[in-house]
């Protein structure tokens, strides 16, 4: 029975490695001299107890998915807890903005002006 069991892990952990591997190959043969700049965008309000955990998950993601990717921690009406938490994590993981809505606005209206 073990046996079984052993040969169906191995088998679905190759079938998952194959497929992890034709998607490199796939993403390295599409990848073009512009990628463009991808955005992730946590919002939070109120009280969140999940926050740091939340923008440290964006950030690993955001650091695996490509080079170009910024984090932005939206400010939509937290409390002081949490914002102090954040502004922590921000200040300690590079590559993260906290922002208001309207800072956010002003930040997309100056990023994309050249348009």
Known sequence: ????????????LAVVGI??????????L???DNPGRFYLVLSFSGHDE?????LRSASERARWFCDDV???CLDAGM??????ICELVCSETPGI????PAEFQ???SGRFANL
């Open 97 to 100: 903005l906290l922002m208001t």
């Open 70 to 72: 910024q984090v932005v």
């Open 79 to 84: 409390d002081e807890e949490t914002r102090r």
């Open 1 to 12: 029975m073990s046996v079984v069991l052993f040969r169906v892990l191995v088998a679905f």
């Open 19 to 28: 497929i992890e591997l034709l998607r490199a190959v796939l993403f390295s």
């Open 30 to 32: 599409l990848k073009t």
């Open 106 to 108: 002003e930040y997309w």
């Open 50 to 54: 999940q926050a740091e955990a939340a």
